[in-house]
């Protein structure tokens, strides 16, 4: 049996099922929302690339290198991005939650939190990870902000780590979460969607 085998995980308000064409459109739609692909300090497909890219992750997935999902926002039943398990370590139960981006409409609200929540979840407490981890730009601080909001800590800067597509050189963070790190990561998730929640209440009755 594979170690890591296609799941849907559901939370209240986002829903990550496994990526499949059949999102294709609605993924190209997000992509749009805010033209994402030009930026210069991550990785996302234009709408011209993004059935190779689907296609692609589906391979990955076959080799048992990748578990891709595509992140469905409950209230419009619509793909509003990608995330995924990637450099798969079955042997030594370790993965990376990374290759994520989401259309700019739902960016810096509480579905990054509800997302990274439910997939820390199945990793430690499905796959008993040991470790998982985050990777990102040195020079992408929103992200470098997000992880750190999460509660992973910084293991250390790989320096000339990769060459981009731009042709400049990419110093990548790289950031964890150990198993005995999970219990108080998993209660401070849950404070920061219930703060969330709370003025998202707020706001709406203010309306």
Not at 31 to 41: A, F, I, N, R
Request: with cysteine; hydrophobic share 40%.
């Amino acid at each position: 049996m594979t170690w890591l085998t296609p799941v849907t995980l559901h939370s209240t308000t986002v829903t990550l099922e496994p990526l499949s064409l059949a999102r294709h459109d609605q993924l190209v739609e997000a992509t749009c929302d805010g033209e994402l692909w030009k930026l210069w300090y991550t990785f996302v497909p234009s709408p011209e690339a993004m059935r190779g890219e689907i296609e692609k992750r589906l391979v990955q997935q076959s080799q048992g290198s990748m578990l891709p999902f595509a992140v469905i926002d409950r209230t419009t039943d619509r793909a509003v991005g990608i995330t995924t398990f990637m450099n798969v370590d079955a042997e030594s139960r370790r993965v990376e939650i990374g290759s994520t981006w989401y259309r700019r409409s739902v960016q810096r609200t509480s579905l990054n939190t509800e997302c990274k929540l439910l997939l820390l979840r199945h990793a430690f407490e499905v796959l008993d990870c040991i470790a998982v981890e985050f990777r990102t730009h040195f020079f992408n601080h929103a992200s470098r902000r997000a992880i750190e909001r999460l509660g992973a800590r910084l293991d250390g800067i790989l320096r000339n780590h990769r060459l981009s597509s731009n042709g400049t050189l990419r110093d990548t963070c790289v950031y964890s979460i150990i198993g005995s790190e999970w219990a108080t990561v998993r209660t401070h998730l849950a404070h920061l969607l219930a703060k969330d929640r709370q003025l998202a209440t707020r706001d709406a009755g203010t309306r």
